[in-house]
């Protein structure tokens, strides 16, 4: 966390070294303040499973960890935002999982970055609907690289709405 901060690094999400030693978010957090801290949570729905559990090592091992509960506990012993994917809306760009994000928006006191699914404008725009899924940023990647879509495409979709969106003035 030192070595990123001081690389010119505004925040350090962790994942897996969190899960497996979550004293380290109180001990960076103390360190380096809760704003520097993401909580990065990994979360899938396990079929029958009323949630979702929390996945490390890139999404490669399932815990036991409740992804509301996690994001509970991270919040408490520090983090300042949380990164919340999910695996299994992730690529699909059929939309963002907004019961997931709803979920963990409205358990914890901190911002929640959705991830996962975004495949338009209006799909960020229902991730942050504070009736949808009240989460406070929506990160998107492939469709921008792949251009499927502007920054200024989701800008007006925003606007349309009613959300809350910064514009840059000339």
Known sequence: VR????????????????????????????EFGSQAIVLAI???RESGARGWHVYIEGGRRPTELDAVGWAERGCSLGAGEV????????GTKDGYDLELTRAVGDAVPVPVIASGG????????????????????????????????????????FVARGLPVRIARS
């Not at 070595?3 to 109180?26: F, M, Q, S, Y």
């Not at 792949?146 to 989701?154: L, N």
């Open 83 to 90: 990164l919340l994917t999910s695996m299994d809306f992730d």
């Open 118 to 157: 975004a495949g338009t404008p209006a799909h960020m725009a229902e991730a942050v609907d504070p009736s949808l899924g009240n989460a406070d940023a929506a990160l998107a990647a492939s469709v921008f690289h792949y251009s499927d879509f502007s920054i200024d495409d989701v800008k007006n979709e």
């Open 3 to 30: 070595k990123l901060l001081r690389h010119g690094a505004d925040k350090v999400a962790i994942n897996t070294a969190a899960v497996r030693d979550p004293e380290l978010i109180r001990a960076a957090a103390g």
């Open 42 to 44: 990994d979360a899938r």
